[in-house]
């Protein structure tokens, strides 16, 4: 998966338990849109993150021109 600055991610709550968690890319470190990210999640929450299996990327209105 490729992302990119401003683009939003969501990862999917595994156990019923657990909700989603949507956030936005802030940084990309990894070569050509590839993780790791920054992300500041929507709690305020900031963290580096290598997203796992259950995770979606909405393209941002920024560089991509359109929302996926």
Same mark, same amino acid.
């Given at each position: 998966?490729? /992302?990119?600055?401003?683009?939003?991610?969501?990862? &999917?709550?595994?156990?019923? #338990?657990?909700?989603? &968690?949507?956030?936005?890319?802030?940084?990309?470190?990894? /070569?050509?849109? /590839?993780?790791?990210?920054?992300?500041? @999640?929507?709690?305020?929450?900031?963290?580096?993150? @290598?997203?796992?299996?259950? @995770?979606?990327?909405? &393209?941002?209105?920024? #560089?991509?021109?359109?929302? /996926?």
């Amino acid at each position: 998966m490729k /992302a990119a600055q401003g683009d939003r991610i969501i990862i &999917r709550g595994t156990t019923v #338990e657990s909700s989603d &968690r949507h956030g936005e890319i802030l940084e990309v470190k990894g /070569a050509d849109g /590839a993780p790791p990210y920054h992300v500041r @999640f929507d709690d305020g929450h900031e963290t580096i993150l @290598f997203p796992g299996g259950d @995770f979606v990327v909405e &393209r941002g209105t920024g #560089e991509h021109g359109t929302t /996926a």
